[in-house]
Structure formats: structure tokens, C-alpha cells
């Protein structure tokens, strides 16, 4: 996943295909490597049928442009 550039204190939603999940489904996703410092993780759904969404918060005064990285994620019905 590559997000775009995260303004200073804004949040980005950033969306992956993932065949076969369901708005039924529970989501944890977590980066491969760190994250930027300043870059959090609000949240991570499925917004929609196949489709993973990540919510990512830049915490600084400067704008941060995160790296392309790849992302693990858990999904299950609860």
C-alpha cells in the first residue's frame, strides 16, 4: 500500500483490494515495517465487499508522505 501525503493533523483513509472480504468481517491490519514517527493507525474495516480500509492519522505540524509498504492483516466473523 502507498498512501498519499497526510497533511499536518489530518487523518487519510487510504483502500486495498482484498478478494473475498465482507462487511460482516472484523479487521486488524498492521505495517510490515514502522511506520513514520508522527503517523498513527485509527482504524482498519471493511468499507465494502472486497475492500480493506486504513485509516491513518498524522499527528505533526508538518505534512508526512508515507512510504510504500507492504501490510498484514487478520479478518474473521465474529
Do not use: C, F, K
Not at 468481517?25 to 482498519?44: R, Y
Not at 485509516?55 to 508515507?66: E, F, V
Amino acid at each position: 500500500m502507498d498512501p498519499a501525503s497526510i497533511a499536518a493533523t489530518t487523518a487519510l483513509n487510504t483502500t486495498v483490494t482484498v478478494a473475498g472480504l465482507t462487511t460482516s468481517h472484523v479487521v486488524v491490519a498492521m505495517p510490515q515495517s514502522d511506520l513514520e514517527a508522527g503517523l498513527s493507525i485509527l482504524a482498519a474495516y471493511a468499507s465494502a465487499a472486497n475492500t480493506l480500509l486504513i485509516r491513518l492519522y498524522n499527528t505533526t505540524a508538518a505534512a508526512i508522505d508515507p512510504a510504500s509498504r507492504n501490510w498484514a492483516y487478520i479478518a474473521w466473523i465474529p
